[in-house]
């Protein structure tokens, strides 16, 4: 996810949104190259806590094969010139300070909806490849080389595209993991099959090339026909043709909450290898993943981008992702921390609240509520902003409940990892 902010006119702040940050980054230089005194610009790329293979919150954020990493992106705007900031609260201080040219060059960031993707096993994820076009799959013991093969969307042509790599480790750099577009209303017809082998290093036979076009027309068909947003294979050349060895398939179940479409796909969900926690929490359009490592501070958000840049700007203390959505009531609030508190690893809970569709004294009730009901042994950090914030406040104030309540949200943010640490400043 990437915000840009850029005071790129006299008398008022233009903001710039794209999925593609190198671009944006080649932009900045450009314009900073043919423009004397080129404004200021401060950007924000949530992400660094990312938890890979899922959807981040109800935005729909994800990353493939091949795609820079949230730190790479950064990187790639600070070359550019851009101050890098890791959450909107910070935008006003960091423009004001580039204005004030207080510094000139960015600091980095340091440093996951409703439950959207659904978890198929590898076996029916095979099975899936086999009925659409009797691709040869299974286990293999071989000592042959595991490659890429996958079907994803290019964001730069806004299509979709396959991705190859000549060896399964997938990275987020170099030249190893390469895109091949292709329209999508006119489909693979135009691809050019015997250039994904060559970059596959796949021996160029014609039974070799020949089961490559059947995988990747199979792996096409299911991305279509099962809105699919990302199907992995890992495949091996042998006896004269590829045999597909893994496979690892996204799929977005919107479509299945929304109006019913894709119902067939429900039943192939393997809801016995999903967190519990993760699927109680969906039932109530709540969005909770539970982070991997030693984190202690359990985050309550209303918004996937900022539960991402919360998460990220906590640095490696928050233990969980959790996306409210944008109609969070106080009933949401009170289910949020029976889930959050279940987790044993979690010291504080931290409660970050921007408010737009979302109401600051709704959630404040919420607050009050989960207090009344849970009794939680732990201590809980709350910062509301927006609307109806100045209400939600001063019910946290008048509540009599050992709240700690912040309107800053870097005060905010400095007090749960304190907390989080059982340390005083």
Known sequence: MLRIHSMLKSQSKSRLVGPNSPD??????????????????????AGIAEAPGRIMGHAGAFT?????????????????????????????????????????????????????????SEEKCMDLLREAGGINCGAYSGSGVR?????GVDRSTRSPCIIAAPTIQETHSGDSVKRFP???????????????????????????????????????????????????TA????????????????FDDAAYRSCGRQAGLQSLREVTAEDSSEIEAEKSGIVYIKLAGSGTIGTLVNGAGLAMNTVDALSGHAANFLDTGGKATSETVKQSFEIILRDPRVRVVFVNIFGGLTLGDMIARGIILAFKELSPNVPVVVRIRG?????????????????YAFDDFEEAAAKAIELSNGTRA
């Open 24 to 45: 944006a980054a080649e932009w900045i230089r450009d314009y900073r190259s043919r423009t004397k005194s080129p404004k200021p610009v401060v950007a924000l790329i």
């Open 64 to 120: 493939i094969a091949g795609e820079p990493d949230a730190r790479t992106k950064i990187a790639s705007l600070e070359a550019a010139g851009a101050t890098i900031v890791d959450h909107p609260a910070k935008f006003g201080d960091a423009l004001k300070a580039r204005l004030e040219q207080k510094f000139e060059t960015g600091s980095s960031a340091l440093g996951q909806q409703q439950q959207r993707h659904l978890h198929i």
């Open 147 to 151: 490659k890429l093969l996958a079907i």
């Open 182 to 232: 292709f329209d999508y209303k006119r489909g693979i017809d135009e691809l050019s099959i015997e250039r994904i082998a060559s970059h596959l290093q796949l021996n160029h036979k014609d039974s070799v090339v020949g089961s490559l076009r059947r995988l990747v027309k199979s792996l096409v068909t299911i991305f279509y026909e099962k809105e699919a947003f990302y199907l992995s």
């Open 235 to 250: 495949l091996v050349e042998r006896l004269g043709e590829i045999k597909v060895v893994g496979a690892r398939f996204g």
């Open 387 to 403: 609307t109806n914030e100045k209400e939600g406040q001063a019910l946290i104030a008048e509540s009599g409940l050992p709240l």
